[in-house]
């Protein structure tokens, strides 16, 4: 549907099974780009990725389904989203005590 200043704009979604469960894909067309939101149901862990507006749809879903479970697979590795940074606690820019006095330039 074409949008005020001659920019075309399409969007759709599907919902697919990935290894770990419901996978929700939305697609948004941005000029001759096109954007692809994946989110894991179960998690609400969201990837984003951009293609060409010319691309098969299914190439972009596999490549966007495979960045979610990378991202996924990551989490579960760090303890899941939002987990503490392991580093932070020796970074005394983010608060970190663990006996660093401090940055020498």
Do not use: C, F, H
Not at 30 to 52: H, N, R, W
Not at 68 to 79: F, S
């Amino acid at each position: 549907m074409p949008r005020k200043g001659g920019d075309n704009q399409s969007a759709g979604s599907d919902r697919v099974t990935g290894p770990n469960g419901e996978i929700y894909i939305e697609y948004k067309q941005l000029g001759q780009a096109m954007k692809v939101i994946a989110v894991d149901a179960a998690t609400g862990v969201e990837v984003t990725i951009m293609g060409p507006a010319s691309a098969a749809q299914t190439d972009l879903q596999r490549v966007a389904v495979r960045k979610l479970q990378a991202q996924l697979e990551k989490d579960a590795g760090e303890g899941g989203p939002g987990a503490a940074d392991s580093d932070a606690a020796d970074d005394p820019d983010n608060g970190g005590t663990s006996g660093s006095k401090g940055w020498i330039a």
